[in-house]
């Protein structure tokens, strides 16, 4: 979602959609420049302060679109990135987690920085997600584990209580905390250096292996359970509320992807058989 409320939604292999909020109609992105995005998949997007949106893909490296909303550019191939999980903007530069470490792009000068073999994912290099808290941490999350950047020392610091979890999203409550969403582990909550574990046993979902997560802006959090389809948390009730093909009526699939609030507060869903919105 940018800032103008507008949604911005991949798709795996059927190009770039823009939904127009106020009138109610989406856009379709085939192409950067000569170069078709049919057949590559769009694996996140993200907003900086400029208002320029960049894309990663799985195989187009990481585009460009500029403010007004225009044709897209490309910015880094796929030969120099490989498949890319996930952006962020900390401290005005893109950071992108990919198969291949970890980039640090600056916008302004064009130009990288790469970072591989982490303290504690030495043996694996991917980074499928980055994160920017509210007040600039940056979280990396690895298949081994969860670290945090210390700009001063160009370093990272790994969380211990994280270490050996594959973390697949990381989210920001009002209140600060961190919600880990992990492939094989459960939820986790991560505040003040405690953590909580959330397992199959607080949700009647597998949220063990839980994919993308929502906090959104009641502060109630929603979570993509595998293919069980998806579960929202109440922080103030400690209790969850289970979505799936039986208990919301209109909702054809149980494997959701992703999911993000709008600014009406309508929950939306990208799925294996198309886009839900949830009034």
């Known amino acids: 979602r940018d800032r103008s409320g507008n949604l911005w939604v991949g798709t795996k292999d059927s190009g770039l959609n823009l939904y127009n909020h106020r009138q109610d109609n989406f856009k379709t992105i085939w192409s950067v420049g000569t170069t078709s995005l049919l057949g590559s998949k769009t694996t996140d997007l993200i907003q900086t302060r400029e208002g320029d949106i960049y894309i990663s893909t799985e195989s187009r490296g990481l585009l460009k679109c500029g403010r007004d909303h225009g044709k897209l550019t490309s910015v880094l191939s796929s030969d120099l990135t490989g498949m890319i999980y996930s952006l962020c903007v900390n401290s005005g530069e ?50 081994l584990g969860l670290m945090e950047y ?27 905390g961190l919600y880990v969403a992990t492939y094989a582990h459960g939820l986790c909550y991560w505040k003040d250096d405690v953590v909580r ?12 292996n839980s994919k993308d997560i929502c906090v959104d802006r009641y502060g109630r959090v929603w979570i993509t359970c595998n293919n069980s389809g998806l579960c929202r948390y109440d922080r103030d009730s400690d209790s969850f509320v289970v979505y799936d093909k039986k208990s919301l009526m209109g909702l054809k699939t149980n494997r959701i992807f992703s999911v993000i609030d709008d600014t009406r507060g309508d929950i939306w869903f990208g799925t294996d058989v198309g886009l839900v919105r949830l009034n």
């Not at 303290?119 to 999350?141: E, F, K, P, Q, W």
């Open 94 to 143: 893109i950071w992108l987690g990919t198969q291949r470490g970890l980039l640090r792009y600056n916008p302004a000068t064009g130009l990288y920085h790469r970072y591989v073999s982490f303290s504690t994912a030495s043996i694996d290099d991917r980074v499928h997600v980055v994160y920017s808290t509210a007040n600039g941490r940056l979280m990396v999350g690895t298949t």
């Open 150 to 176: 210390d700009p001063k020392s160009d370093r990272f610091t790994s969380i211990k209580s994280f270490d050996g979890h594959f973390v697949t999203s990381v989210a920001e409550d009002r209140n600060g």
């Open 197 to 208: 574990h959330y397992t199959e046993d607080d949700c009647a979902l597998f949220i063990d």
